[in-house]
């Protein structure tokens, strides 16, 4: 079945304890992006790749990092989580880039509580 | 900066009813616009694309329409079910730019 991946759906944390989110897909996507939605702001793009090894910051990157060494695997770092990180997070994956109107499929999520 | 408006308000709407959803944008004209759909705890599903030089697209009971004039989306649902009740998400690509820009969304719920 063709899907996104990720990797805890629910995850509670300490401020400042390293954590990180994995996110795969099994469909052979260039595209792939992470997004947090909060209540009020809809969905927010973090970090974005276009390809394995070129990544880009989306509207919110800071206090994060990414990094896609693998075309399935987009991994979600938080080197030192706050509270303000506490969010419902999303990756999702497309054939293409944005530009091609390639449809976006998502995970299901993961739902982080930094205290 | 580009805005997109969605009605945060929630839409209820009788079974059987058509129920329309208000996507609008502010400045520059998207290359295309998408709809989601999304579920409590769920990912958003994809819908439907339409593209800057079309007018409307169908799709079984749903039909979109984009008016660059108005900068305006609007999104129909024919013939509503319960089972249509979701948030809806509008998102929108500017040509060039790698990137999708979502609204907030509006929840629709459909009464039986």
């Known amino acids: 079945e063709a899907q996104v991946t990720q990797n805890p759906r629910y995850l509670i944390t300490v401020t400042g304890k390293k954590l990180t989110v994995t996110c795969s897909q099994n469909?052979?996507?260039?595209?792939m992006s992470w997004y947090r939605q909060d209540p009020g702001l809809g969905l927010r793009q973090i970090y974005y790749?276009?390809?394995?090894?070129?990544?880009d910051k989306g509207d919110v990157p800071e206090g994060y990092k990414v990094s896609r060494k693998e075309k399935r695997n987009f991994p979600l770092i938080l080197e030192s989580p706050s509270p303000n990180q506490t969010s419902l997070y999303f990756c999702?994956?497309?054939?293409?880039?944005?530009?091609?109107?390639?449809?976006?499929?998502f995970g299901n999520g993961t739902r982080l509580t930094v205290t | 900066s580009q805005k997109i408006e969605q009605n945060s308000e929630a839409l209820n709407i009788q079974e059987g009813k058509t129920a329309t959803l208000t996507c609008n944008y502010t400045?520059?004209?998207?290359?295309?616009l998408q709809w989601y759909r999304q579920d409590p705890g769920r990912g958003p599903v994809f819908l439907l694309l339409?593209?800057?030089?079309?007018k409307e697209k169908r799709k079984e009971r749903l039909k979109v329409t984009f008016d660059t004039t108005l900068k305006q989306s609007l999104f129909h649902i024919t013939a509503s079910q319960p089972a249509d009740s979701a948030t809806y998400l509008c998102?929108?690509?500017?040509?060039?730019?790698?990137?999708?820009?979502f609204g907030i969304g509006t929840k629709l719920q459909v009464i039986p």
């Open positions: 999702a994956s497309s054939f293409g880039a944005p530009s091609s109107n390639s449809p976006l499929h």
């Open positions: 469909m052979n996507h260039e595209y």
């Open positions: 790749s276009m390809n394995v090894e070129v990544t």
């Open positions: 400045n520059y004209s998207p290359a295309y």
């Open positions: 339409i593209r800057e030089n079309e």
């Open positions: 998102a929108l690509n500017f040509g060039g730019y790698q990137k999708v820009t």
